[in-house]
């Protein structure tokens, strides 16, 4: 994410770095990928990594060098160029208030893959309501459904893990060696 909000809100377009950044990610991805299922307490967990760690790979590849999104533009340069203004006022802005407007903009196309609500959003995106396309639930509804969701989507791979467990690699990772602020703890004295 802190990589796709860099590229995207502090390189120009045609900047090389954003050339350069996409063998970084993957020289990344090779390094944490094969490991996460030693590290992540369950195969669950370590799958929905190696998913997440690809989903941004290959979003960073799209916005920095596919649809060459850029802060300069307000958006992506090729497609919309001619639809939607750039931004207005930077020229007037401070350097503080200029680092800031660009972190935010990466920040936004970096957590904001779907870009709804935008005019960048993209074709197909389901709607709350299939009747009504234009209702947007309350914050309290929104928040609840998606802890459902949330809470549905884990619980079973918890239970799963809990049921069915690791027992020795628990014991070999919460081990004293392994946890050596709590090895005090683990230590007899001798009688």
């Not at 090779?30 to 370590?46: E, K, Y």
């Not at 958006?75 to 503080?96: C, D, F, I, Q, S």
Request: aromatic fraction near 8%; include cysteine.
């Amino acid at each position: 994410m802190a990589t796709i909000a860099a590229i995207v809100g502090f390189t120009s377009s045609s900047s090389i770095i954003r050339l350069a950044a996409p063998p970084v990610m993957l020289a990344i991805v090779w390094l944490i990928i094969p490991s996460c299922l030693d590290r992540m307490g369950t195969r669950f967990d370590a799958h929905q990594v190696g998913a997440d760690i690809m989903m941004h790979m290959f979003q960073s590849v799209e916005v920095a060098l596919l649809s060459n999104w850029s802060f300069e533009a307000g958006g992506p340069n090729r497609r919309y160029a001619a639809t939607v203004p750039a931004l207005e006022g930077v020229a007037k802005m401070n350097l503080a208030e200029l680092l800031w407007e660009r972190l935010m903009f990466g920040v936004h196309v970096a957590f904001s893959p779907r870009m709804t609500s935008t005019p960048y959003e993209v074709k197909n995106l389901p709607r709350f309501s299939a009747v009504d396309p234009n209702y947007m639930p309350a914050r309290t509804a929104f928040l609840v459904r998606t802890a459902r969701t949330v809470l549905l989507s884990y619980l079973p791979p918890g239970l799963v893990d809990l049921v069915g467990g690791q027992p020795e690699k628990n014991a070999a990772r919460f081990s004293p060696q392994a946890v050596p602020s709590h090895a005090a703890d683990h230590v007899h004295p001798q009688a």
